[in-house]
């Protein structure tokens, strides 16, 4: 077995035609430069000489007319804004795309894997995009199992599982008030006498805002102070939906707010915008804050289950799947993720277990879909 990685790859044409000019490398030595202002230590951590990485910067400076790196006695080398407006670029980019590859990166493993003929059938999965769900495929494939993981919204995982076009669906429920109204979107996809929870995760979900919150944002109500822009998730995410259920709580009108109608596909994304200066705050987990060094405010935690339907659970891949969830190298991973706890990871769970709402229920929608609207997919 092997894993394919794809990564986006910029290409930078002047006016004239041998005006041409691969990044990559240049990125990495001004991420280095941003980080650490010296050339020289940076020069030695990607192993090129010193008057190579000073040609790259002023060819790089001569394609777009400006200088991208600026010294000061005694401050040593820092980028310029035009340099720092690319680097964030670069991050924004990786933040948003990232996922997308990676989801594909699995897909072209398992068609080559078929066109090689080799017969192990890979284990699907469609899932929330998370950094539990990150960790988790990269233990899968330390282990050599072949997966296809797609990364969709809540309702669109959970609608996946009931049409069978995947076998571990993967999605979040905030904890406490919010438990029942968030179970009425997804409502028409649960099905507790066929399908089993495992649970992966809990979480914490907030506002995130810029370093040192100039803006003294601390509440949901002051995202809708003047000036404030908001940067939101994708319609259809489990995150989006845990926002406008906030909103409605506090009888807020998401269309009255900044920013609102601007989205982002990744907590990671919503991070990156925010800390290259393009919004003020967004709402979304905290480890993407704390990689961004952006500042949290703690709102609500949510658990992350994986569901299956019940004769999924004797599945090989699966039983590998809960060994993974249950070892002492996964949980430590994922606690090792700010605002992430592993503490019942790997555990299964019935929906009664998980969710009182469906005990003694025979149709759970009568409690939490039927009064609160379509679910959405």
């Known amino acids: 077995m092997f894993k394919i990685v794809i990564k986006p790859q910029w290409l930078i044409q002047g006016d004239e035609a041998e005006m041409r000019q691969a990044l990559p490398r240049l990125l990495e030595l001004l991420s280095l430069l941003h980080e650490d202002g010296n050339l020289a230590r940076a020069c030695r951590q ?92 990269k233990f899968l494939a330390d282990k050599k199992i072949p997966v296809e993981l797609k990364y969709r919204g809540s309702g669109e995982s959970l609608a996946s599982l009931c049409h069978n076009t995947c076998e571990i669906a993967g999605f979040h429920v905030p904890m406490g008030d919010l438990q029942e109204r968030a179970l009425g979107q997804f409502v028409t996809w649960l099905k507790p006498g066929s399908q089993r929870l495992i649970h992966l995760a809990t979480r914490r979900q907030g506002i995130m805002v810029a370093q040192g919150n100039p803006l003294g944002i601390i509440s949901i109500a002051d995202l809708f102070k003047p000036g404030v822009r908001f940067v939101n998730r994708q319609p259809g995410s489990g995150t989006r939906v845990l926002f406008d259920l906030l909103l409605e709580a506090e009888q807020l009108e998401g269309s009255k707010l900044p920013g609102y109608d601007t989205s982002e596909y990744t907590h990671a994304a919503v991070a990156a915008y925010i800390a290259s200066g393009m919004a003020d705050a967004g709402f979304g987990v905290e480890t993407a804050a704390r990689k961004f060094n952006l500042g949290f405010v703690p709102v609500v935690s949510e658990r992350y289950f994986l569901i299956c339907n ?68």
Not at 326 to 354: H, I, Q, W
């Open 46 to 137: 990607l192993n090129m000489s010193y008057r190579y990485a000073w040609g790259m910067i002023r060819e790089g400076g001569e394609l777009f007319c400006a200088p991208l790196v600026e010294t000061a006695k005694g401050q040593g080398t820092r980028l310029t804004k035009l340099g720092e407006r690319l680097l964030w670029a670069e991050k924004r980019i990786h933040a948003r795309l990232a996922p997308v590859l990676d989801s594909l990166a699995t897909e072209l493993e398992v068609e080559i894997q078929q066109a090689l003929s080799r017969t192990e059938t890979a284990l699907r999965i469609h899932a929330s995009h998370g950094f539990a769900v990150e960790t988790l495929r």
């Open 310 to 377: 019940t004769e999924s659970l004797e599945l090989p891949a699966v039983k590998e799947l809960l060994n993974i969830l249950r070892s002492p190298a996964f949980k430590a991973a994922v606690n090792d993720l700010r605002g992430y706890d592993a503490e019942l990871c790997g555990k299964l769970m019935t929906l009664e277990e998980a969710f009182p709402e469906f005990a003694g229920a025979e149709k759970p929608e009568r409690r939490a879909g039927a009064k609160r609207g379509a679910p959405v997919h």
